[in-house]
């Protein structure tokens, strides 16, 4: 029995996250922005990362910009430690270190199960988009979002769209605009009034 | 037994009714003394490139830690010229100065963003840290035997002894510092190149490190027009989030 589950549960996954990824994923570089994080940059759930340089200490890490990320922006980091060695125990722990609640749009339903086993390690970023982007389009169908001006979040929305005003880029979802920044060196969107 | 010294020192000095003394400091010379010739060696290249392959750790809340990896390449013309590509499992990013601007593009989603720039990589290094929160990949390679190497900062130096990274035959040292512990190899012979650098940091329980390794080139060949940016069809152009005053809060 637990080897029917084991064989099928992947294709299964598979399924639903195409079914879910397919309407959802934006045309090209419409948006969705595939969302980008760490490199040493992990998601909110990061406590400290080990400092790159010697002579120059990371000061404003932890200052502002930081906090913005860590208070606000919340990504889901999965690390998904899925132990499945040909063992009768399948033990399969998957820790959303970080759920943000208040935003719906990260809550990683099914995204981690990544290839059926195996570490998938890393939290979720690159290729996690397709895995991301099946969670959210998921949650966002059940879910209103109440989105606050100014604030900022590692990832969008679904179904955004670029859009150029005053020279500047926006990514415009559904009637929320936000605007993406580099904090850090990391990519961010901070919540802004309609620029029109 | 380190220790055990400082405090007899500071309890002599104390008895003596001498100003308090300063902490315990251990730098062996012949440390230091690398440390400074290898800065200065690298004050005197013009123009080189770099591969660095590099793994770091992130601190997760309950004190898990996890390890990333990336390679990152650097053409440096000094003074004025910088490229640094960085390719991670969860960014790439280059990193363009061409002596009046820089510019930070993230290829995967496809945004950048370019900032008039001072003249210096030097003063890069310090611009974009203190208004932007960015930090140029292997800074450490432009400050070393520059008036911003924080030797000041060393508390312990130690010569560990040979050692050989990716074939090359280095001598392994180790420093401390406040809130960091670091280690080096240097090239041995008349190229006193940093082959390869482990930091990590102190200031976290779980002490996660940094580490580098690096392969040297120093007669490289490249078009000047490896520091022009020249954005592609489909990048669009964001902003810099400027890191605001401590006390603004949030």
Not at chain 1, 177 to 186: A, D, H, I, K
Not at chain 2, 46 to 52: I, L, T
Request: with cysteine; glycine share 10%.
């Amino acid at each position: 029995m637990k080897t029917y589950i084991r064989l099928f549960t992947p294709a299964l996954a598979l399924l639903l996250l195409t079914a879910a990824v397919l309407p959802a994923m934006p045309p090209t570089r419409g948006g969705g922005g595939a969302p980008q994080r760490g490199g040493g940059g992990g998601g909110g759930a990061t406590r400290s990362s080990a400092r790159p340089n010697v002579n120059q200490p990371s000061g404003n890490r932890g200052g502002n910009a930081s906090n913005n990320r860590a208070s606000n922006a919340n990504t889901n980091r999965n690390n998904n430690s899925n132990t499945n060695v040909n063992r009768n125990n399948n033990t399969n722990v998957n820790r959303n270190t970080n759920v943000n609640v208040d935003r719906n749009v990260n809550v990683n339903t099914h995204g981690n199960y990544y290839g059926g086993g195996g570490y998938y390690g890393g939290g979720c970023c690159y290729h996690s988009g397709i895995g991301v982007g099946g969670a959210v389009a998921v949650a966002a169908a059940a879910t209103a979002t109440a989105v606050v001006v100014g604030s900022m979040v590692n990832t969008l929305p679904p179904s955004c769209t670029v859009v150029m005003a005053n020279g500047v880029t926006y990514q415009q979802c559904g009637s929320t605009y936000y605007q993406p920044q580099f904090v850090g060196g990391s990519t961010s969107y901070m919540v802004v009034n309609s620029p029109y | 037994m380190k220790r055990n010294i400082g405090y007899t020192i500071a309890a002599l000095l104390l008895a003596t009714g001498l100003s308090a003394p300063l902490p315990a400091q251990d730098k062996a010379p012949e440390a230091m003394n690398a440390l400074n010739y290898m800065g200065t060696y690298l004050r005197t290249l013009k123009d080189f490139q770099v591969e660095a392959v590099v793994t770091t750790e992130d601190v997760l809340t309950d004190g898990q830690k996890v390890q990333f990896g990336s390679k990152t390449n650097i053409l440096a013309q000094l003074p004025s010229k910088l490229r640094v590509s960085v390719e991670g499992e969860q960014k790439s990013r280059l990193f363009l100065y061409d002596g009046s601007t820089f510019t930070l593009y993230a290829r995967r989603v496809g945004y950048y963003a370019t900032v008039p720039a001072p003249d210096t990589i030097g003063k890069l290094i310090d611009v974009v840290s203190e208004k932007y929160d960015i930090q140029i990949p292997l800074l450490d390679l432009f400050l070393w035997g520059g008036p911003k190497a924080g030797a000041d900062e060393i508390t312990s130096a130690d010569d560990i002894g040979p050692g050989v990274v990716e074939g090359v035959t280095c001598e392994h040292y180790a420093f401390r510092q406040p809130g960091l512990d670091w280690q080096v190899w240097i090239q041995l012979g008349d190229h006193p190149l940093p082959r390869k650098l482990v930091l990590t940091t102190t200031t976290d329980e779980a002490r996660p490190q940094h580490t580098s390794v690096l392969t040297w080139n120093l007669a490289p060949s490249y078009s000047e027009d490896a520091f022009v940016f020249d954005p592609p069809a489909d990048a669009h152009k964001i902003v810099f989030a400027e890191v605001k005053d401590a006390s603004a809060g949030n």
